[in-house]
Nanobody
Framework: QVQLAESGGGLVQPGGSLRLSCAAT????????MAWFRQAPGKAREFVAA????????RYADFVKGRFTIARDNGKNMMYLQMNNLNVEDTAAYYC??????????????????WGQGTQVTVSS
């Protein structure tokens, strides 16, 4: 099991930017496929972005393409989500998740064994 902790959320105006971070424990982080999900009030948790263990592959939900960038630093056990041009529809709790058995990028939440507690992102004027 890996412990995950998100940070970097907050209140931002439409058109603004935020950078989320996810800190992971343990030595096996470099072998995990990782992802960001989000959940808005009253809505189901949805896939945002994912990255392969060595950063060679990434995948994004259609609604964030061109605005969000996922990255990781295996030397620091960290994953990041750079979010630009935010809009009110991006308001949600954002979660990082680990797929310990991943060999390809997955987008369904059930494939991810470990989750952080989430960080709130609120986009409002």
């Amino acid at each position: 099991q890996v412990q995950l902790a998100e940070s970097g959320g907050g209140l931002v105006q439409p058109g603004g930017s935020l950078r989320l971070s996810c800190a992971a424990t343990g030595d096996a982080f470099p072998t995990y496929y990782m992802a960001w999900f989000r959940q808005a009030p009253g809505k189901a948790r949805e896939f945002v972005a994912a990255i392969s263990d060595g950063s060679r592959f990434s995948r994004y939900a259609d609604f964030v393409k061109g605005r969000f960038t996922i990255a990781r630093d295996n030397g620091k056990n960290m994953m990041y989500l750079q979010m630009n041009n935010l809009n009110v529809e991006d308001t949600a709790a954002y979660y990082c998740a680990a797929d310990r058995d991943g060999t390809y990028i997955r987008t369904d939440a059930s494939s991810f064994e470990d989750w952080g507690q989430g960080t709130q992102v609120t986009v409002s004027s």
